[in-house]
């Protein structure tokens, strides 16, 4: 069976109601990037386990019983005495665009390379078919536990991990937009997968053109969504465009269109799809998600399969 690795950080998701004013009713969920593209990895059918560190409070507690109960394997989630998950607030404008807020500055997941687990967490890794991340994840870990958590994955590789790696960049989260660079380019070194788009990477790169903004990332396989529904598709069998299909409902929250893109993807590509009509199952799946509220969309809401075109799952040969 293929198995999948997604390290980060998920927090408590506050959601303001629709037409509420701030101070108004808000609704409690949970989210995060690398989790909400956990739990869509395991409604396609694909094993994943969840990475990170949480407290040991009754919040916590109801996280990991949610992740179970989405399929997502919960063996590597290390548990810190005192210590609580972040938390999150959404706004909405009218178009579905989305403002976030963060409590997350002393969250027990920044400790996730200082823990006395950390070692068996990083052995793991070599474990796993896939081990995916992204820049949030390596922007909440200070600087020596991003170096051995790319060291980890540069020994996991050696031994048939393949490192997927997703730009989501959040400007707050990098004090030091050098550093960010820096650790943007270890990380394309490293990564076998990068699913990218020029939203995360204008502000690293400014004025850039997307043909620079792909040949400053150097690894085997790029995904580069553009600001128009579409994405560059880089691989070896050649660099294309792939435009996503005309959405039939109005877009209600965009706060996890990356996410599901890139577990739609990944998905496709660990069942055996090429990397351009994995993309296509990216969009699609993305233009379902943003048509509701919140970063996880109810279950009955998730399309199927089929209508995914997602081949059937197994292990990837390519």
Known sequence: ?????????????????????????????????TLNTAVYLSRLGVHVDYF????????????????????????????????????????????????????????????????PETEDILNSLATYDVVYLSAITLSILREDGRERLLAALKRARLLGTRFAFDTNFRARGWPD???????????????????????DLAPLYPGETNTALLAGISSPEVVLKLAEPACIVRSAGGTREVRAEQLTKPVVDTTAAGDSFAAAYLAARLGGAEPEEAARAGHRLAGVVVCYPGAIIPRYAMPPKKALRLPPSRKASQ
């Open 52 to 115: 990170t560190a949480l407290g040991d409070d009754a919040l916590s507690d109801e996280m990991i019983a949610g992740w179970a109960s989405e399929g997502i394997g919960t063996k590597h989630v290390a548990r810190s005495a005192g210590k609580l998950p972040g938390l999150y607030l959404i706004q909405t404008d009218d178009r579905g665009e989305r403002r976030f807020f963060h409590w997350r500055d002393s969250a027990a997941a920044r400790d996730l390379m200082d823990l």
């Open 1 to 33: 069976m293929t198995r999948v690795a997604s390290i980060g950080e998920c927090m408590i998701e506050l959601r303001q109601a629709p037409g509420g004013q701030l101070g108004g009713l808000y609704s409690r969920s949970f989210g995060g990037d």
């Open 177 to 199: 937009l050098n550093v960010a660079r820096k650790v943007f380019s270890s990380a394309f070194e490293t990564a076998d997968i990068v699913l990218a788009s020029t939203e």
